[in-house]
């Protein structure tokens, strides 16, 4: 039985309520009316939806697959308290019925009203949606429908993993692109094929995954023909149901057992020490604009969801059309429901939150000092534990990384990191002091004493640009296979192509394409803050210099597991940034000062002590504190030297006789990475052209 219905009345009660009154020949009586959605009990089934401007809401009950309702229940005017109506219909079996709404009201676009009694409406509440259910398939042309959901999966005494931020290794991945052409899975492009890769991801050493969008959406909206090829919304950035899992993720049809699969790679991955984080989009629907279709929200209370014009238009901060109108109580209060209802159904751990400045505009689109929304996420008791992760800007150009608000709260991807690091590592020196300032955590965009020590979400790709392999093979974006003659996507990549433009054999050109993604990768470990990789980055993954993939289902955006075997070294290389990372508590902030008396951070150049100024060509930064698990100091130098001649660097004097061992140094061919690290007999090392080096006080390897 529900536990919602149980927090009402008990097994018994439930099971001695007689009915009511009789509509469309069933037995009917007045509902829950504090449980939105189709809760089972029973006998039957309990439906609740709301709305502030309709006159009359009707439930349609529809045979799975066919077109038209069987049966039509008008709520009566007694089984509506204020705007919700709320009736539990009994005799219903779950496995054979979809079902949806249809409201009644006024029809003043001006207004923000487009009440339609013709239009069949989506439950906004709804855990499950029918009609999608074959990727790239629409089953039905008569709109979606829900199911009601079974929510009997026994959790048992599992925990949950509660890993701190500042320990976090995130790698973003695409459902269905991280396995469709991996030969290993059973089930490629499905969460069955995740939980099959989790061998993979263990090894790798990440403990956490960010999965792109898993609620319901429209794959086939904008759905186009580009030189003979179909193009789709991949991504996913277009929800049609906030509490439906995409059913076309799993790897077989889940009648009124909607999302079993994805509770079961969740349970796996945290039996293996990770956690799930989600990509939910709360900004925008795949409403769209005035010429969108009315799917769910629109009909129910089109002026309430949506931010609109005094003329009755969408604003559109999103960039796709509509924007949600986050901070009403409505609309405020549902997303809450939804998240809550994500971690205590489903079990996930955190939500990186799709241009989240949008959370944080009023009614009239300007930005709020104290948005309600995002202080109720950041102090709600079920969403303590959750990691709450802001792209803080958005699409009308509010740009808010250092300045979202955060409540002693949010985490931020870091989009300063990812601009001032690209430009540095190529060649920027003009970008030494923003560059170490954002390995050193980003202390400048984040005080400590507000924000604490893990507010930056550190990354170099992610899904919304060039993967790591086409940063450094592409100077500009090869979009043209988007259909949009190259003029979408980002132009300010910050990437440079070594000297060849795209693939090549030229050994040269590749082993420098192979040093600049090792120092990518060496310093985005080494750096302070939350770091977050996107999948495939660790076998050079290319997307063919395509850097707005959204619409790419196929070798274009999944992952080609064959470069694999093809750059061994990298993957390798990358195991060992990642573990080196978890050695050192020093990087991570998870210190106290050192016992030695060396700054937690300081900044350094080619001389020590002294932060890189016009002229300087090296950049380095010294991590110091005293770890109370090894009882001992923990010091950590990443030294960066993007200029392209070998420069002669000055270590920094250790105390007590402490001696400086090389442990990385991508400019070492072969030996990059030091299992035992190599003793630095003098006070000075030559840094490789285009080269990191971090050297550590330590003898041996942790």
């Known amino acids: 039985m529900a536990a919602d219905a149980q927090n009402v009345l008990g097994e018994d009660e439930i099971r001695h309520m007689i009915p009511l009154d009789r509509i469309s020949g ?35 009950l529809y045979h799975r697959k066919e077109p038209k309702p069987y049966a ?38 001006a207004k923000g009203l487009l009440f339609d009694k013709s239009h069949v409406l989506l439950d906004p509440y709804a855990k499950a949606v029918t009609g999608q259910s074959t990727w790239g398939k629409k089953i039905s042309a008569e709109g979606y429908r829900a199911r009601v959901v079974r929510s009997n999966f026994d959790w048992g005494t599992q925990g949950q993993p509660r890993i701190p931020m500042e320990d976090l290794i995130i790698y973003e991945m695409h459902v269905r692109g991280f396995t469709k ?6 089930a490629p492009g499905t969460f069955l094929g995740i939980r099959e890769k989790i061998p993979y991801l263990k090894e790798l050493g990440i403990n956490a995954i960010e999965l792109m969008p898993v609620f319901e959406f429209d794959e086939l909206a904008g759905r186009r023909i580009v030189d003979g090829k179909e193009v789709l919304n991949y991504w996913g950035y277009n929800t049609v149901s906030f509490f439906a899992p995409n059913t076309s993720y799993a790897s077989a049809v889940e009648y009124n057992q909607e999302g079993l699969e994805f509770k079961q790679l969740v349970r796996a991955l945290h039996e293996n020490g990770m956690e799930v984080i989600l990509d939910v989009v709360f900004n925008h629907t795949a409403e769209g604009n005035e010429d969108g279709p009315v799917i769910s929200f629109k009909g129910f209370d089109n002026n309430i969801y ?3 014009t005094p003329e009755g238009y969408y604003y559109n ?31 996930v751990d955190g939500f990186r939150f799709d241009l989240a400045s949008i959370l944080g505009r009023n009614e009239d689109g300007s930005p709020m000092e104290k948005p309600p929304l995002l202080q109720a996420l950041a102090c709600d008791p079920i969403l303590a534990d959750t990691k709450l992760i802001a792209e803080a800007w958005d699409a009308g150009g509010l740009y808010q ?24 590592l190529k060649g920027g020196l003009w970008c030494a002091g923003a560059a170490l300032e954002r390995i050193a955590g980003s202390g400048d965009l984040y005080d400590p004493a507000i924000r604490g020590k893990h507010a930056s979400v550190n990354f170099l790709t992610c899904h919304d640009g060039f993967t790591l392999y086409d940063l450094y093979s592409y100077n500009q974006k090869h979009n043209e296979a988007n259909g949009w003659e190259n003029t979408d996507g980002a132009n300010d990549n910050r990437s440079w192509n070594c000297g060849w433009e795209g693939d090549t054999k030229d050994p040269a050109v590749m082993k420098l394409r192979m040093r600049l993604i090792r120092n990518a990768c060496a310093v985005l470990f080494a750096s302070r803050g939350t770091p977050m990789f996107l999948a495939g980055d660790e076998f050079c993954n290319t997307q063919f210099g395509n850097n707005n993939a959204y619409c790419q289902d196929n070798e274009i955006s999944w992952l080609d597991w064959g470069r694999l075997e093809l750059f061994p070294e990298i993957h390798r290389f990358f195991r060992q940034m990642i573990r080196f990372r978890k050695a050192h508590p020093a990087i991570r902030g998870s210190v106290s000062p050192a016992v030695c008396g060396l700054p937690e951070i300081s900044f350094h150049s080619e001389t020590p002590w002294m932060a890189p100024s016009e002229g300087s060509k090296v950049g380095a930064v010294l991590f110091a504190g005293y770890d109370p698990k090894r009882k001992k100091d923990d010091i950590v130098y990443v030294v960066v030297n993007p200029y392209w001649e070998a420069v002669e660097v000055w270590l920094p004097r250790l105390p007590d006789g402490r001696k400086w061992y090389m442990k990385v140094n991508t400019s070492a061919e072969g030996k990059e990475f030091r299992d035992s690290p190599v003793l630095i007999r003098n006070d000075r090392v030559l840094a490789g052209a285009r080269s990191v080096m971090i050297l550590t006080d330590e003898r041996k390897e942790r």
């Open 26 to 60: 069933y037995e009917v009586r007045p509902g829950f009316y504090s449980y939105e959605g189709a809760t089972p009990i029973p006998g039957g089934v309990n439906f609740t939806v709301h709305s502030h401007g309709a006159v009359s809401c009707e439930l349609l």
């Open 401 to 424: 990384v250092g300045a979202f608000p955060a409540f002693h709260r949010w985490s931020e991807w870091n989009g300063r990191y990812r601009d001032d690091l690209r430009e540095y």
């Open 317 to 347: 901060f999103s960039g796709c059309g509509n924007t949600m109108n986050c901070n009403h109580p409505v609309v405020q209060r549902m997303i809450t429901d939804c998240l809550r209802y994500w971690v205590t159904t489903y079990r």
């Open 181 to 186: 052409l991996a030969k290993d899975v059973s």
């Open 306 to 308: 949506y931010l609109l």
């Open 72 to 109: 039509v229940l008008p709520f009566p005017e007694n089984y509506r308290i204020g705007d919700v109506y709320s009736m539990i219909v009994f005799g219903l079996n779950v496995e054979e019925f979809e079902y949806a709404y249809r409201v009644d009201g006024p029809y003043d676009p």
